[in-house]
């Protein structure tokens, strides 16, 4: 294990967590005063993520770019699922996929995508198209019928994809990670409601972020901290420590960054031994550069 990766996740988790979820709890004399910071905290507090720091091109010895799912039927994920229910929580906890609408949607996210390999830049419209519609029913209003929306919330979202680089830095001598862009995996809304196409169990891409534009918004964005109600953890420092479990779909590769399942077809397990395989590659790549 890395530990000096370890301490540094720590030290960071540990400076930029505020307390959010319970804000002037223990000082508050009314109800509407729980959660409002003291001037004194939000003059300390530091709201920006942890940032990058530049790395050249001629320290990354090796490199290699994969793709991940993730899947939030594991428990391990379920701090990116919930909550669904927006009622109750704090305007700060929000659901990974809702924070990421409401940046698109407030213009604090501007770098989305139709694909993972930023070719083709797309806008509120067209997210809006890929994440609502409205279905005439009975002819619509005209003809006495009325209309139907449907609409992709949290709770449709079985999944995220993850696009990041692995890379060895040189100059510190680790292997590092860094995520590219992230794209949450829910159904085809054009087929929401309709009872004739048995689409119920297929995700597809909705869009792709750009991460590194995204990191201020999720950063905002508090996850529950099951051992430490008083500290929540923002979404930028969750996914950057990869807290979360995941499966390779695929490499960038020669035959054009084929995925696992078009050359093992047919076969589950065989695609999780091929991704289990990827995973190992990487890791073992830290101790080879060590090897003369």
Known sequence: MNWKRFYVVLLALATTSVVTAQANLLNAKKVENIGKKTQAEIDSEDEKPLPYGFISDRDVLWS??????????????????????TTNALSTRRSLFDTLMKGIKTGEIEEVYSDSYFTTKI????????????????????QGGYIDPYSIQSQDVKGYMLKGIWYFDKRQGELKYRMLAIAPMGPDVQVMGVQEIDDADSVYELFWVFYPDARDALHASKVFNPKNSAHPISFDNLLNARRFNSTIIKE????????????????????????????????????DMWNY
Do not use: C, H
Request: charged share 35%; net charge negative.
């Open 123 to 142: 806008g509120i419209e067209d997210v809006k198209k890929m994440t609502y519609m409205e279905r005439e029913v009975d002819g619509g209003p005209e």
């Open 64 to 85: 290699k770019v994969v793709w991940e799912y993730v899947d939030l039927n594991q428990k391990i994920n379920l701090p990116y699922y919930y909550p669904i229910d």
């Open 252 to 287: 960038e590769n020669l035959y054009g960054d084929r995925k696992i399942a078009d050359y093992i077809r047919g076969n589950s397990l065989f695609q999780l031994l091929e991704a289990d395989r990827i995973k190992e590659g990487i890791r073992d790549r830290e101790m």
